[in-house]
């Protein structure tokens, strides 16, 4: 029977949870170690052994890779809102996680993000990709993901071995781990927002069943309008996942399984007052609408009627947001062999589906003008629904006190199936070489199957610039005929020329032989290793054909947007048929001059293979795609210290990295055909002295657009969004019953757009926690997010302004100050 154990619960919140200091040390798998550093003196833990993409058995300490753990202390101090927003404390890491739950824009060290996700950077969980590709158009692999109780820590490999222990990752993998019962226990924890919508339950139990099994389950519910109101539940769903370990004499088989249905809105970009000049502006917010707390999401926009894929009626539920609905099961082995031979595999298969909806304003203005464009000279306006519902609005000028209207194009996506199913295979033996040492080689073999079937159906709406409860508007023309129908503009979205009305239905298969071969000499650790990706693009996508007079509500009268509606032309629908290799490949030495220094260089050349991105505009008549459009490449070189001494560790890296990259953007609907350069610094430092701790990171980029065949004037400038400085700072201090902490999340100024004009001014985001034991199993904590309420801009449409007037751009920031607070108790 398994014994109850309470624990001493020390923690604040974890995505507005509260996983406790101790439970989560007690029961999280703690990496292995070896050395003779104690625990005060590792504070960025040097001695534990390295699992994520690299060859098994090396410490950070006697690795050639640039790599990073946060432990679930280190995540409650950054006290974050979403997974995202965890990535932003791994040093090199780039995650603007304005979006919400997912569809974060995430890039490591330089590597460019040209249109959104995490295109040279690879999620994994357990050792697995969540996705093949981390920039499926709308269905980018942080949609996938969710961290919970179930989570033990998360490793994050920079550049280096990654491109040849795995595929599509030249940049890295940031990999999320799960606690697997090693040590009994478990906790419940119940947050609620406080002066906010939110409301969250989580729990997570494990321990050993016998002397030889064991499991772990955990996971969580929510449900609330979230850090922004949008009028109704924006967020409900959850998550469970379990696994159990068999152990033998020679290894161990663990079966895992994951349950992910979970609602979250998805932010898109704002209408945002900035005046000044494009090198200093000033950024705001209009009457009615803060950009810190207001969001487009209403009410009063919450279905969206039409067409699907198949020309039939359907009605999305924009409180849907992004909505993954995806059920997973897998399996890890490990066995010795016969002969030193160890053998490793890693399997899973994701039954994915889901929904992205969202709604992204095209087109921002005056809303007379905006009238104009839609019912011609002399249009009028009237609401659509709301409070006041066929009211004329005689002074469309002072509209909510802005006087401003949305042409709101729906993104209106449905991921029909996004399955896929990978296996790693390894077989692994060390030798002893003459006199040399041990030389250690790995054989493996990576298979991986990833479906993309998703259908685009978007429509057009008008929409007053209001963040409570915003109605829609109707227009009518100097004659009084309605040129809308109730606030929907188009079926379509003819502003852009009616592109996105879209089916596909493609497959990507991968197949990828790798070898590493390994030699310690003394305080040397040398390793080689050589990966060969094999990939296949199969299927078929059709874009949009203009019906006429197509009475799409069927109720018998042609409405002024029945006139022309965009459609899926199946008929016309084009294949997918190509296939594409690449070599990636990885060397690297770490020299350990004593047990508290080393330093590393490596240099490496890895594959990224592209995906959906490429269809409509790359893909051939027949099919096929050239070679150069199939594959982008980065070479890099880093070099590196570790050192440690009485408390304090250091990790430094110098890095420089070149860049190819084909990519296509659905907001401007352009393609890119670039190089890239990028040189810099990564540094992570950790101080530990009694009570007190502090860890820290900052990256210094300088990357520049090398070559751009589509737009030679950008050529010399720095990519957009990208800053030179990205930091954060972590101190917390702990004693007896009580433990409080902080963290400091930082840029330098940024350029919204790749021509270098408009500058998105440098903020810092504090986030701070506090947490109480009133008993040894019961604690209250508290945290907030965004402390001092600034306001900080990650992402814009537009690229430049007129100076020193009001301008209207479109814009994310960070949320605005949240708070939240949780009851936890731990068994």
Same mark, same amino acid.
């Given at each position: 029977m398994i014994s109850?154990?309470?624990?001493?619960?020390?923690?604040?919140?974890?995505?507005?949870?509260?996983?406790? &200091? &101790?439970?989560?040390?007690?029961?999280?798998?703690?990496?292995?170690?070896?050395?003779?550093?104690?625990?005060?003196?590792d504070t960025l833990d040097l001695d534990a052994v390295v699992v994520t993409a690299s060859r098994a058995g090396l410490t950070k300490m006697s690795s050639s890779v640039s790599v990073s753990s946060l432990s679930t202390e280190q995540i409650e101090a950054a006290a974050?809102?979403?997974?995202?927003?965890?990535?932003?404390?791994? %040093?090199?890491?780039?995650?603007?996680?304005?979006?919400?739950?997912? =569809?974060?824009?995430?890039?490591?060290r330089g590597l460019p993000v040209a249109s959104g996700g995490a295109k040279f950077l690879q999620l994994q969980e357990d050792g697995l990709p969540v996705m093949e590709f981390g920039d499926i158009a709308f269905g980018n692999a942080d949609i996938f993901l969710r961290s919970d109780y179930s989570l033990a820590r998360i490793e994050s490999v920079r550049g280096g071995s990654a491109s040849t222990f795995a595929s599509n990752s030249p940049?890295?993998?940031?990999?999320?781990?799960?606690?697997?019962?090693?040590?009994?226990?478990?906790?419940?924890?119940?947050?609620?927002?406080?002066?906010?919508?939110?409301?969250?339950?989580?729990?997570?139990?494990?321990?050993?069943?016998?002397?030889?099994?064991?499991?772990?389950?955990?996971?969580?519910?929510?449900?609330?309008?979230?850090?922004?109101?949008?009028?109704?539940?924006?967020?409900?769903?959850?998550?469970?996942?379990? =696994?159990?370990?068999?152990?033998?004499?020679?290894?161990?088989?663990?079966?895992?399984?994951?349950?992910?249905?979970?609602?979250?809105?998805?932010?898109?970009?704002?209408?945002?007052?900035?005046?000044?000049t494009n090198g200093d502006p000033s950024i705001g917010s209009f009457k009615g609408f803060d950009i810190q707390s207001d969001d487009i999401q209403s009410p009063f926009l919450s279905r969206?009627?039409?067409?699907?894929?198949?020309?039939?009626?359907?009605?999305?539920?924009?409180?849907?947001?992004?909505?993954?609905?995806?059920?997973?099961?897998g399996g890890e082995a490990r066995f010795d062999l016969p002969g030193g031979w160890t053998l490793t595999d890693r399997a899973k298969f994701a039954d994915n589906k889901g929904r992205f909806v969202s709604p992204f304003p095209a087109e921002v203005g005056p809303a007379a003008a905006m009238a104009a464009s839609i019912g011609g000279a002399g249009a009028t306006l009237r609401y659509a629904n709301g409070p006041g519902a066929g009211d004329v609005i005689a002074s469309p000028g002072g509209l909510n006190g802005n006087g401003l209207a949305m042409r709101v194009h729906m993104f209106d996506v449905e991921f029909k199936d996004f399955?896929?199913?990978?296996? +790693?295979?390894?077989?692994?033996?060390?030798?002893?070489?003459?006199?040399?040492? %041990?030389?250690?080689?790995?054989?493996?073999?990576y298979r991986s199957t990833q479906t993309i079937a998703m259908d685009w159906l978007w429509n057009t709406y008008l929409l007053e610039v209001k963040g409570d409860n915003a109605a829609l508007l109707d227009v009518f023309n100097a004659g009084g005929v309605k040129q809308t129908q109730d606030g929907l503009v188009a079926y379509g979205v003819p502003f852009w020329g009616n592109c996105c009305t879209r089916r596909y239905d493609t497959q990507y298969d991968i197949d990828a032989p790798y070898v590493s071969v390994a030699g310690k000499f003394g305080d040397l650790n040398i390793d080689l290793s050589l990966r060969s990706d094999h990939g296949e693009a199969s299927g078929r996508y059709a874009g949009a054909v203009q019906r006429t007079n197509l009475d799409v509500n069927g109720d018998g009268v042609i409405q002024p947007t029945e006139v022309s509606v965009s459609v899926v032309d199946k008929a016309n629908a084009s294949p997918v048929d190509y296939s594409w290799n690449y070599l990636s490949w990885s060397a690297g030495a770490n020299y350990q001059f004593n047990p508290d220094l080393a330093a590393f260089g490596r240099v490496s050349r890895g594959g990224r293979a592209n995906a959906d991105r490429l269809l409509f505009g790359k893909i051939r008549a027949d099919g096929s795609v050239a070679s150069e459009d199939a594959v982008d490449m980065v070479d890099q070189v880093e070099a590196g210290v570790k050192y440690r001494r009485d408390g304090f560790g250091l990790f430094a890296t110098v890095f420089w990295a070149k860049t190819q990259e084909q990519n296509y953007e659905a907001t401007t609907q352009k393609f890119f055909d670039r190089e890239y350069n990028a040189r810099g610094v990564e540094l992570e430092a950790s101080y530990r002295l009694g009570d007190f701790a502090i860890t820290g990171g900052a990256t210094y980029t300088d990357a520049e657009i090398s070559?751009?065949?589509?737009?030679? &004037?950008?050529?010399?400038?720095?990519?957009?969004?990208?800053?030179?400085?990205?930091?954060?700072?972590? %101190?917390?201090?702990?004693?007896?019953?009580?433990?409080?902490g902080a963290s400091i999340i930082g840029t330098t100024e940024a350029y919204a757009q790749d021509d270098n004009r408009l500058v998105f001014p440098a903020f810092a985001q504090v986030n701070a926690f506090a947490?109480? +034991?009133?008993?040894?199993?019961?604690?209250?904590?508290?945290? &907030?997010?965004?402390?001092?309420?600034?306001?900080?801009?990650?992402?814009?449409?537009?690229?430049?302004?007129?100076?020193?007037?009001?301008?209207?751009i479109r814009a994310r920031s960070i949320n605005g100050r949240t708070v939240t607070a949780t009851l936890r108790y731990a068994f």
């Open positions: 109850r154990k309470i624990l001493l619960v020390a923690g604040v919140a974890m995505l507005g949870l509260a996983p406790a &200091a &101790a439970w989560a040390e007690a029961q999280t798998q703690q990496p292995a170690t070896e050395g003779s550093a104690s625990a005060d003196s974050p809102r979403s997974t995202a927003e965890i990535f932003r404390g791994l %040093p090199g890491i780039r995650s603007e996680s304005t979006g919400g739950e997912g =569809n974060a824009n995430i890039a490591v940049g890295g993998v940031i990999n999320l781990i799960s606690k697997t019962g090693e040590t009994e226990g478990g906790a419940i924890g119940l947050t609620r927002g406080l002066g906010y919508d939110h409301n969250r339950l989580d729990f997570g139990y494990g321990g050993p069943i016998s002397d030889s099994l064991r499991f772990h389950v955990g996971g969580f519910w929510r449900q609330g309008e979230g850090a922004r109101q949008s009028g109704y539940d924006s967020e409900k769903g959850g998550q469970i996942k379990a =696994n159990i370990t068999k152990e033998f004499e020679t290894g161990y088989v663990r079966l895992n399984f994951k349950y992910l249905n979970d609602r979250a809105v998805g932010y898109l970009p704002m209408p945002t007052r900035i005046s000044g969206s009627f039409g067409l699907d894929g198949d020309g039939k009626r359907r009605t999305a539920d924009v409180a849907d947001g992004m909505h993954p609905d995806s059920l997973q099961f399955s896929n199913a990978m296996n +790693d295979l390894k077989l692994s033996r060390s030798f002893e070489v003459g006199g040399l040492g %041990p030389v250690d080689v790995t054989f493996g073999y070559k751009d065949v589509l737009n030679p &004037a950008v050529v010399g400038n720095r990519p957009r969004r990208q800053a030179q400085w990205v930091y954060q700072v972590a %101190p917390t201090w702990s004693r007896d019953r009580l433990s409080a947490a109480y +034991d009133l008993t040894e199993a019961l604690s209250l904590s508290v945290n &907030a997010n965004n402390l001092f309420d600034t306001i900080g801009l990650t992402e814009a449409e537009e690229g430049s302004i007129t100076p020193n007037v009001d301008n209207v």
